[in-house]
């Protein structure tokens, strides 16, 4: 199993950015698909962005636009660059890595983003 660690989130107003990044153990990090997911107070999880191991990206409608994933195969790091960022984005944002982007089994302990508006 993958061990993921977050880090990089915070508090900011409406409107700034934040970059998550998401270091992962494993030294076959490209091998992994990997996603950003995020759940808010009293809602389910959902998902953010993924990747595959071939680079194809995908995005929730809510983020397309102003969300940017991406990783480095040389630094086994994922990153989730939020642009533009609204109240409705609070949220704990938590990494994962799976041997598909529809079967991720490894998570990490999430980091909080706060929006202020």
């Known amino acids: 199993q993958v061990q993921l660690v977050e880090s990089g989130g915070g508090l900011v107003q409406a409107g700034g950015s934040l970059r998550l990044s998401c270091a992962a153990s494993?030294?076959?990090?490209?091998?992994?698909?990997m996603g950003w997911f995020r759940q808010a107070p009293g809602k389910e999880r959902e998902l953010v962005a993924r990747?595959?191991?071939?680079?194809?990206?995908n995005y929730a409608d809510s983020v397309k636009g102003r969300f940017t994933i991406s990783k480095d195969n040389a630094k086994n790091t994922l990153y989730l660059q939020m642009n533009s960022l609204k109240p409705e984005d609070t949220a704990v944002y938590y990494c994962a890595a799976g041997l598909s982007i529809v079967n991720f089994g490894s998570w990490g302990q999430g980091t909080q983003v706060t929006v202020s508006s």
């Open positions: 494993e030294r076959t990090f490209r091998s992994y698909a």
């Open positions: 990747i595959s191991t071939g680079g194809t990206t």
